[in-house]
């Protein structure tokens, strides 16, 4: 079974309630993941993103540009949910949200995996490890982060929050 990384935009009321019914947030974004899953909307009119298996290399990439905010792992967990596949979700308020969209806006894909190769990923232990042991480009890494960009700015235009979570 693999790890994907996932995001869910909500607005700041349903981030209140989120964080005092985790159950109730689980089957908000249940039901807009099936939603868009038929629809496939682009990354800035989602409400729901999935960053594949990249979500570890998107992690170690944004460490070494000493990103502001953790947009792969949240920075609170949400008080008292489950686990929603690996672990209880996290989020980030919508103040979070704009400052994560403002400084993705200033790190292109490029400039991102400058200088790291498949080799760095491995040594580190990013997973999946496998993929970078056999010497896989960062391509796929590059395109995920391509997609988070406009995701991130349109929630942060509409004064969204996120929850985040591997599932």
């Known amino acids: 079974m693999s790890m994907i990384g996932e995001y869910a935009r909500v607005t700041p009321a349903e981030l209140d309630r989120a964080l005092g019914d985790p159950e109730w947030a689980l089957k908000l974004v249940s039901g ?9 909307p682009e990354p800035a009119l989602a409400r729901c993103l999935d960053i594949d298996k990249a979500w ?8 070494r540009t000493s990103f502001p905010v953790d947009i792969v792992h949240g920075e609170e967990a949400v008080p008292e949910a489950d686990d929603w596949g690996y672990g209880p979700p996290r989020y980030l308020t919508p103040e979070q949200v704009r400052g994560a969209a403002e400084a993705l806006a200033g790190i292109s894909a490029e400039s991102l995996t400058a200088g790291v190769g498949p080799a760095d ?3 580190a232990e990013v997973y999946p490890v496998i993929v970078w042991e056999r010497g896989e480009p960062l391509d796929y890494v590059s395109a995920h982060y391509e997609l988070l960009r406009p995701f991130f700015r349109a929630a942060a235009d509409e004064g969204d929050g996120m929850l985040m979570w591997l599932g």
Do not use: H, P
């Not at 807009?32 to 496939?40: I, L």
């Not at 570890?56 to 460490?63: I, K, S």
């Open 32 to 40: 807009r993941m099936e939603a868009e899953a038929a629809q496939c």
């Open 56 to 63: 570890d290399a998107l992690g170690f990439l944004l460490r």
């Open 121 to 123: 990923l491995a040594a």
